[in-house]
């Protein structure tokens, strides 16, 4: 039998639209000689679709629109839904698989493991499974899961979370082909951890596992797809893209499946999924084109690149906002990058705009030093600039923070942080300099002096951002190490000889500044715990680590 892999980019909420690709997707593989079509998790509503599975006509689509794709796909397929649940157990809904056949639903499956750690939080809205079953088709006995029914191999992992092993239970009925449909978010190196784990899947119950993952930005979260056919001995023999579209056949009489290229360095992998997210992001939010504020740096420069890369250099414009602490080198730099780039290029000073903001507070402030209220009255007008722009244009405005300056808040509410997406606030600042060099690797794109000058926000003489931050490469192993890793300022202190006082101080500063976090804009997630929706905090706590 061919089986074909088809990985989609589905929309959440958009039944009509991924009806519509299903059926397409289907038509193809027919095209192709396969006699069954594997789709990934929820493709039929979307995944993550959140509260919106509370809404009873939510659930009534997911049924209308499964029931109506069941007559008229012209073969066999596998489509992940969500389910009415079965039974009374407060939970009125089931993360599914259904097999349509000759114009019916044959079999469902609904997913027994639930994750709810990180981004994820099933238990709130679905009921799991009690049971796992084999189905017999076209001479194979399917053994059928959705994605974290396969993350619970005891042979692979050394502290499983749940006490029951779905694959385990159906390779016990005799399943003769494993098939997990999967919407597994991309984050840095977990794919080579999932061909990892996939592969001792497969031997370990020396059966070939068929894994088919979602693609593209559904909100903050990027799917890689990365669908693959693993054989018993590990060996892979389907492949899709990565963060595309795509329809892979593989032959489980000959072993043999279509392999398409993917890339292999992870950084290279990264910048795609940014890319990707990006794209999504704005496209399916209903927006065509984008605002960036240039301002010479490193951090909008890279923003810049990645929107062009998203979107189209036609649906990109620069604003450059030089205010009166703005070197003369900002300013060509941020010109330099909008030629290089190719996109359209504003300059809105800003100082007349200051000086009239600083003559209306001129008597409430009488007597009182300069301080950071006249700076961030800076990044305050840029924002509203930018906003301006996007309100009279509807274009959506790109915020520049990185995941560093997120972290220990040096970022200004309504200021820089004004926006649509938040596209590096989940990437390091150290990694933003290797994403520069990245997209400079076949011509320079980004001034070199950009990436040379020391960083500085520019809103005060003389300022650079290590006046009150330590370096970046010391700044960023101890947020990885804080934030991801989940270390004390003691562990952390520790294992790279860094002064206590310090780690402390940045990790205060971490948990002081979750206020401005959560009035962000969203970003993209691509590391193993990103701000917002994986790393809920409270915003007003008295825990000192």
């Known amino acids: 039998m061919k089986i074909a892999l088809a990985q989609l980019n589905p929309t959440v909420g958009d039944f009509a639209g991924n009806s519509a690709k299903i059926l397409e997707f289907t038509q193809r593989a027919e095209q192709r000689g396969a006699g069954l079509v594997v789709f990934s998790e929820l493709c039929l509503c979307g995944y993550l679709p959140l509260d919106l599975i509370e809404r009873p006509q939510f659930m009534e689509r997911n049924e209308r629109e499964l029931a109506c794709l069941a007559k008229r796909l012209p073969i066999p397929s596998i489509v992940g839904y969500a389910a009415r649940a079965l039974g009374s157990t407060g939970k009125g809904a089931a993360n599914a698989a259904a097999l349509l056949a000759n114009g019916a639903i044959q079999f469902v499956q609904h997913k027994m ?17 009690t049971s796992q079953s084999v189905f017999l088709f076209g001479g194979q006995k399917l053994g059928i899961t959705i994605c974290e029914d396969i993350w619970n191999d005891k042979t692979f992992w050394a502290k499983p979370l749940y006490e029951r092993d779905p694959v385990a239970e159906l390779v016990s009925q005799g399943a003769s082909v494993l098939i997990n449909i999967s919407a597994s978010p991309y984050t840095i190196d977990k794919r080579s951890l999932r061909l990892g784990m996939l592969r001792a899947l497969a031997k370990t119950h020396a059966r070939p596992v068929i894994y088919v993952n979602q693609v593209g930005g559904n909100d903050s979260l990027v799917f890689d797809g990365d669908s693959v056919v693993v054989l018993p001995n590990g060996t892979i023999a389907a492949q899709a893209s990565s963060f595309a579209e795509d329809l892979v056949i593989f032959d489980t009489e000959t072993n043999v499946g279509d392999l398409h290229e993917e890339p292999t360095e992870e950084l290279d992998v990264a910048l795609q999924a940014l890319i990707c997210g990006t794209r999504d992001y704005v496209r399916k939010s209903g927006f065509q084109k984008v605002v960036v504020g240039l301002s010479g740096g490193i951090d909008s420069s890279v923003v810049a690149a990645i929107a062009v890369s998203a979107l189209g250099r036609e649906n990109v414009l620069g604003v450059s906002m030089p205010g009166p602490y703005s070197s003369e080198g900002s300013r060509t730099d941020a010109r330099q990058l909008a030629t290089n780039l190719g996109i359209d290029f ?22 009182l030093p300069q301080n950071v209220a006249e700076e961030n009255l800076q990044a305050r007008v840029r924002g509203n600039f930018l906003m301006a722009l996007s309100n009279k244009f509807g274009s959506m405005v790109l915020s520049t923070g990185n995941k560093s300056e997120m972290a220990v808040g040096y970022c200004t509410l309504y200021g820089d942080m004004a926006g649509g997406l938040a596209l590096l606030s989940d990437v390091p600042k150290t990694m933003v300099y290797a994403l520069a060099e990245l997209i400079n690797r076949e011509r320079e794109l980004i001034p070199a002096a950009s990436i040379d000058k020391p960083p500085s926000a520019e809103l005060r003489p003389n300022q650079t951002d290590q006046d009150s931050l330590p370096p970046y490469d010391v700044l960023d192993r101890i947020l990885k190490a804080y934030i991801e890793d989940v270390k004390s300022p003691a562990e952390i202190a520790e294992q790279y000889g860094y002064d206590l006082n310090l780690v402390r101080q940045i990790a205060r500063k971490v948990d002081q500044n979750e206020y401005k976090r959560r009035q962000a804009p969203p970003g993209l997630k691509i590391t193993s715990r990103a701000f917002g929706l994986g790393r809920p905090f409270p915003i007003v706590q008295k825990f000192i680590p």
Not at 113 to 129: G, H, I, K, M, N
């Open 346 to 367: 504003l300059a809105l000073p800003i100082s007349q705009v200051f000086e009239s903001y600083k003559s209306a507070l001129h008597e409430p402030f009488r007597g």
């Open 113 to 129: 493991l639930l994750p709810t750690y990180d981004v994820f939080d099933e238990s709130r809205y679905f009921q799991p499974a």
